[in-house]
């Protein structure tokens, strides 16, 4: 696996094992650190250009957010991708982002819509373009609208800890789909907008549903032994 480059962080200025803590976090969520990458503090610390200390504390912090897992006597890795972990993960993001999308879409504000579809047509593009990251970033943020206009805070600190857990799956799941040159992926999104323009919060969280047991199948079926 190529290694990240120090310079390639781009970090703004902050606490430093912020910082850290912020680049390491952006590296495994895009892929740069795969699954099962060792993240001796040594090393890490020479990749980002800091001395060990706030290393060590934003490896602790990738540990406790569930990016990454400590083994005695080894130290801490990038989590792997496993399918018990995929099933609960979904099987809690169809509750509560279904729900989200319920109550969401049921407050009916037409400028929600209007910026998802901005969103929408900029993660259409880059998913044209292959730039499955940005694709990636335009969903949620295309979804954040959605559920900002829940106004429920705490719902929405859960799902994003949730997109948190769950980028790895959804980086390979969008890449493989890249790669077969099929946007099926992206599909339910005219569907939830167009719900989200009725004010339809019962058709908000049937799309999102039915849109993550598909997600969640072909995850499945991705990472199940052969």
């Known amino acids: ?3 990240p480059d120090a310079q390639d962080a781009n970090v703004p200025v902050a606490p430093l094992t912020e910082q850290v803590f912020d680049t390491l976090r952006g590296w495994i969520v895009t892929g740069q650190l795969e699954p099962g990458y060792r993240l001796r503090v040594r090393d890490v610390a020479e990749m980002v250009g800091t001395s ?5 504390e934003a ?39 279904g ?17 998802m579809q901005d969103h929408w047509n900029a993660l259409a593009q880059a998913a044209l373009e292959g730039k499955v990251n940005d694709a990636l970033l335009h969903d949620e943020h295309l979804l954040d609208e959605l ?9 929405l600190d859960i799902v994003h800890g949730l997109w948190d857990r769950c980028r790895p ?3 390979l799941w969008v890449t493989d789909a890249a790669k077969r040159n099929d946007a099926s992926v992206w599909r339910y999104k005219p569907e939830l907008i167009k719900a989200v323009r009725d004010g339809d919060g ?7 549903r039915h849109s993550y047991l598909i997600a969640r199948n072909s995850l499945r079926t991705m990472l199940s032994p052969q």
Not at 147 to 153: H, L
């Open 202 to 208: 019962d058709a908000a969280q049937d799309v999102i």
């Open 59 to 97: 490896i602790r912090r990738l540990v406790h957010s569930g990016l990454a897992v400590h083994e005695p006597y080894k130290g801490a890795k990038v989590r792997g991708l496993d399918v018990g972990e995929l099933e609960h993960a979904y099987d809690v993001r169809i509750l509560l982002e």
């Open 1 to 3: 696996m190529s290694t």
């Open 169 to 171: 799956y959804r980086v």
């Open 147 to 155: 559920y900002q206009a829940a106004d429920n805070d705490i719902l």
């Open 99 to 115: 729900e989200g999308a319920r109550l969401g879409a049921s407050a009916g504000e037409a400028a929600v819509a209007d910026r």
């Open 52 to 56: 060990v200390m706030p290393v060590r």
